[in-house]
């Protein structure tokens, strides 16, 4: 019995061997067909591929700079009085010592190269370069010793072969035909533009310092250039494993002490477009805008925190300088310094933006007189070397750059060692973990930077666009943003503002259509006549026509008419103000100009022309466009609309509108007179004089007929405005319209002041309020006996308060 269970458990145990032997023959088989360590290793080298591409798009080149370095010995750059295990030494050691390591390469290859060269008529030009580079001594300095060029010439020479693959040539030596030493360095910094490492480093070197043995952007340029590419030679492969550990230590204090000393100019970090979008704007709202578009939202963005004032323009708003100093000293603090000076500044703008930027297309010149194209065409060119976009500390960007090199660095310390296979599972297992944020961090640059790049696309192009234009001799016409926001203020008409002139029902989509064509056609002159009528505002900062203004336009323009009197014009001004406005601020904006225009046009010119924009074209081309912003002719004109007799006015304006309207109503002697109760006729003008016994002698009432009749005549076209043989029936001056305004009316008065106070050593203003202050107490004394109604009252109330003060 016991040998029977003893039998049984000896099967089962056989039974059981044989199953694990075959569950192990067919796992020996899938071993040996799908070979894991192979897999493993076709797995390191896909994630070391995938991790190379992120280094290279996100542009994390301090990384690549250190797998490009793990294997090198940087035994070369050790100063000869310290061994390799010595204390260390400084960045201008370590770059001299470079710079040598460099000039014995170049050495090198020159003696290969001449014994390459037949000796010929041809070639002794190369020969002569080649023999100077072969016989070129060590470098003691940073300063004297590149005085000639000639070790910078190496250098170069050096480092376009390596780019090129190649060995070096005579021709890289062209620099050393020329014999004067500025020119020589001049051309060579040229030259220099197309090995630096980065946009900062192109405008570290300045030709005339170099020349001079006092270049202090040298020493930055070369540690630039040496983490760029450093090209030391490999570690021997039976180094010692101390020695190898050794010179691993070494090479990262080198690094990090050569990334000290080249600061901001080492790395060009990646753009991030963002801070360029507006509100919710996406990246592919960039797409949308024009290139001038970006550039003034580039300029704006650069000087947000120390400028005064948005640039909207690039004529005006960049003419003075003072913008693109402080924009250089953003993007490019290494080549500009700031200048206080006005005339300096100018010169050093250039300078610096020729240091930036491959085409000087910036000159004084363009600059003084704003050529708006050269400009535009100085800042795409300056935003495709130096557009200072890198992500900011906080930004999205910067967050998903910072976990993409974080994995970079973890992932490099696993194919350190290729051996070790544990190193590269947790370095799978932690992809595993943060696979979805390191796809979001890696769509995110990759989107940022395909933004950047059709960003540089489209500006590349416009630069060469504007270029062409240049030089075919049409200089194209750059976006003027302020422009474009004044355009719809003078081009837009709203149905509101026409209904003063037409019925509602005529007012349709195609008279304002064809009304807008007209100011669109006349809109640069039309914003000149605004400009030039109108006044600082002082509240809002902005300019306005305040009535003064456009009667004086209406007088320029030779206006005045039976169907378009001044009265007209000043009920027109007050239905267009805005009620809510102060007395400081009771001014036309462009746009309610623009709708005065209009009904003027239709008031004068409807019995003759039926259509409103035809009225509103005529008005431009007949009477403003002659007339409108000249200088004018009439002496006294200059006078009673100067800023001074236009102040003394103003702050008698209230005690003279009710003597105005007081004397309005004077005339009784006809119904007619009697309805015109807003404005003053010459029997009423008469009257008011007389009360104040200012008729004598010296001013008699001839005189004071020529006084109302030449402020009249002053705004009545001194030609017919219609065709030869019509009768132009509202044109026919004084005769159908013998009233005053009251802004004629303070005309009137100003011109009596000129009669009755002729002291040419007293100022006219003063003149005037003297003037004025004795009217009202003549007038007091006249009325005050005589209070025959409330108005008479309400007068001697004001008069009596302005001469009590």
Known sequence: ?????????????????????????????????????????????????????????????????????ANKDPTVLTPSRRSLTGSDGTGDEYILQWLNYFLCEARRQAKEQLALIAISSTTLVARSHLEIIKEVPEVHDLQNSLADSVVLTALMAVLRARRDGRELSALDLACLEERDLEMRAERLCTELRHVAPSARAQSLLSPIALAAGDCPGISKFLAATFLHDPMLPVCKANMPADDKQECQRKLKVILQLLEDHAGEVAWEPPDDPSPLLHGAEDFQALSALS???????????????????????????????????????????????????PDERLNSVVAAAARCTELELLTPQALMEGQSDLLAAFLAELFLSRSNLAARPNSLLAMHLGLLEQLCIDAYGCFSDPEDQSK????????????????????TVDEAAKAMEGVNTRMQAFLGDTLSHRAQGRPRVMLDAKEAREFMFYTSLHPNQLQTIFPPEAVDPMIIARLE????????????????????????????????????????????????????????????????????ERVLTPSSFISILVCAANMKFKDKIDQPSDQLNHLIEIHLRPHA???????????????????????????????????????????????????????????????????????????????????????????????????????????????????????????VAAYKFPDPFVAFDKRVNSFILKLFAQLQRHWSRKRISPQVDNMLNALQKKLRH
């Open 291 to 341: 290139p001038e578009q970006l550039l003034l939202r580039w300029v704006n963005l650069q000087l947000a925190s120390g400028f005064h004032r948005p640039i909207e323009n690039f004529r005006s708003d960049l003419q003075d300088g003072e913008a693109i100093a402080l924009l250089l000293s953003n993007v490019a603090p290494e080549a500009y310094e700031a200048v206080d000076d």
């Open 1 to 69: 019995k016991e040998l029977q269970k003893s039998l049984d458990a000896s099967a089962l145990l056989k039974g059981r061997c044989a199953e694990e032997q075959k569950e192990h023959d067919r796992l020996q088989k899938a071993w040996d067909e799908t070979r894991p360590e192979l897999l493993l290793e076709v797995l390191g080298k896909c994630l070391e591929f995938l991790f190379e591409l992120i280094t290279s798009s996100a542009k994390l080149k301090r990384l690549s700079l250190r797998k490009m370095v």
């Open 517 to 584: 064509e007209v100011l669109k056609k006349h809109f640069h002159f039309l914003r000149e006549v605004f400009r030039h009528y109108a006044i600082p505002t002082g509240v809002s900062g902005g300019f306005g026509i305040t009535l003064e203004g456009l009667m004086k336009l209406y007088q320029d323009c030779k206006l005045r008419s039976k169907v378009l009197a001044p009265r007209h014009l000043e009920v027109l001004f007050c239905e267009r103000l805005d009620q809510t406005a102060s007395s400081q």
């Open 629 to 751: 912003c000249q200088e004018t002719a009439s002496l006294f004109q200059s006078l009673a609309y100067s800023p001074n007799v236009r102040s003394v006015l103003e702050s008698h304006a209230k005690e003279l509108k009710i003597i105005f309207q007081l004397y309005a109503t004077m005339d009784t002697s006809t119904a007619e007179a009697m309805q015109r109760v807003n404005t003053m006729n010459i029997e009423e003008f008469r009257m008011l004089l007389n009360h104040c016994d200012m008729l004598d002698a010296t001013f008699t009432e001839n005189a004071m007929h020529e006084i109302f009749e030449g402020i009249q005549q002053s705004a009545t076209e001194d030609g017919p405005d219609v065709e030869e043989g019509e009768e132009d029936d509202d044109d026919v001056g004084i005769d159908d319209d013998e009233e005053l305004s009251l802004s004629e009316f303070f005309d009137g008065l100003v011109a």
């Open 424 to 443: 590269l599972m947790k370095m799978c297992n932690q992809m595993d973990v943060q696979w979805g944020e390191f796809i979001l961090a890696a769509q």
